[in-house]
């Protein structure tokens, strides 16, 4: 059975990967475990077009991963408090499960929650722009 990224049973899914990951007997060295970098992987990309996924979910996906919220594009008007207010959540949350979360927040200047990317960028995918 097939489900989308997003769907009931992802939180499971980043789980079982990152469990994976640190199973593997290779040389290991900074951020172990499960990225999910909304701009620069076709698939997440995909599924934020869908609207499959908000920032609390990334977040909470987070926690069972090996990084925090990974460029996420934001609105460009999108205010210091609420970046400090995303930023304070993941640090909550760093500090509760005792390991690093990082953030690339990415206000896109110009764009509104749902307007398309227009990045011509080789290692960036276009997709919206989401809520903070």
């Known amino acids: ?6 769907s009931a049973g992802t939180l499971c899914v980043a789980k079982l990967i990152t469990e994976e990951l640190h199973k593997l007997s290779i040389t290991k060295t900074g951020y172990n475990g499960l990225m999910l970098p909304v701009l620069e992987d076709y698939g997440l990309a995909k599924r934020n077009k869908e609207h499959r996924f908000n920032i609390a979910n990334l977040l909470l996906y987070s926690s069972v991963c090996g990084t925090g919220l990974d460029t996420i594009p ?3 008007d999108t205010t210091i408090d609420q970046i400090n207010r995303i930023l304070l959540d993941i640090g909550s949350l760093s500090i509760k499960l005792d390991k690093p ?4 927040l990415m206000p896109i200047p110009s764009k509104k929650p749902g307007d398309k990317t227009e990045f011509d960028f080789d290692y960036f995918v276009n997709t919206t722009v989401m809520n903070p």
């Open 1 to 6: 059975m097939h489900s989308p990224f997003g």
């Open 74 to 76: 934001l609105p460009g």
């Open 101 to 104: 979360l990082s953030a690339r």
